[in-house]
T-cell receptor, first 113, second 111 residues
Framework: DTAVSQTPKYLVTQMGNDKSIKCEQNLGHDTMYWYKQDSKKFLKIMFSYNNKELIINETVPNRFSPKSPDKAHLNLHINSLELGDSAVYFC????????????FGDGTRLSIL | EDQVTQSPEALRLQEGESSSLNCSYTVSGLRGLFWYRQDPGKGPEFLFTLYSAGEEKEKERLKATLTKKESFLHITAPKPEDSATYLCAVQARGSARQLTFGSGTQLTVLP
């Protein structure tokens, strides 16, 4: 009964390729997020979707595009991958007006060769 | 700009040796302060939310407290299974639910 699930868990690819990471939540939450965790372990917000509308975009390069087919899914598509994109990407979800905690998936480790 | 600083970066304790982790923050109006636990290869797991100075929350061996400038996570008589990275995050009023995280404290409890 996984609450927030991401696929794949590991992604190894060449520079310049395009890839997608999928995220699904079964908590009935109305907001989903993508975070990037770098080598220094800082988690930084990339995107947030509330009821299928983008409400945050924290100066992320436009090579990154979130896509939400419905409020239970938020996928992350990345074009023209660069070495600096290597990181762990976490999906999260929450409900309500922001006072509720965010629940995280187990991450996708992206490695660019 | 909202900022969160956690200290120490790493902490090694003997089983049963109590201690505290610190989270200092600057934020333009605090909506909430969140504590998470992260195990290797896993996502952050929610522990506590604190909303106002003076508030305290407890769960098993963990107790979180909040002042206007910092939060402490007190660990009483820790066990090896408490070993993890503990993350602190703040959410500002008026923010679109964005969390600003610190870099975490890596706790190791030795048997």
């Amino acid at each position: 009964d996984t609450a927030v699930s991401q696929t794949p868990k590991y992604l190894v690819t060449q520079m310049g390729n395009d890839k997608s990471i999928k995220c699904e939540q079964n908590l009935g939450h109305d907001t989903m997020y993508w975070y990037k965790q770098d080598s220094k372990k800082f988690l930084k917000i990339m995107f947030s979707y509330n009821n299928k509308e983008l409400i945050i975009n924290e100066t992320v390069p436009n090579r990154f595009s979130p896509k939400s087919p419905d409020k239970a899914h938020l996928n992350l598509h990345i074009n023209s991958l660069e070495l600096g994109d290597s990181a762990v990407y976490f999906c999260a979800s929450s409900q309500g007006d922001g006072y509720q905690p965010q629940h995280f998936g187990d991450g996708t480790r992206l490695s660019i060769l | 700009e909202d900022q969160v600083t956690q200290s120490p970066e790493a902490l090694r304790l003997q089983e049963g040796e109590s201690s505290s982790l610190n989270c200092s923050y600057t934020v333009s109006g605090l909506r909430g302060l969140f504590w998470y636990r992260q195990d290797p290869g896993k996502g952050p797991e929610f522990l506590f939310t604190l909303y106002s100075a003076g508030e305290e929350k407890e769960k098993e061996r963990l107790k979180a407290t909040l002042t206007k400038k910092e939060s402490f996570l007190h660990i009483t008589a820790p066990k090896p299974e408490d070993s993890a990275t503990y993350l602190c995050a703040v959410q500002a009023r008026g923010s679109a639910r964005q969390l600003t995280f610190g870099s975490g404290t890596q706790l190791t409890v030795l048997p």
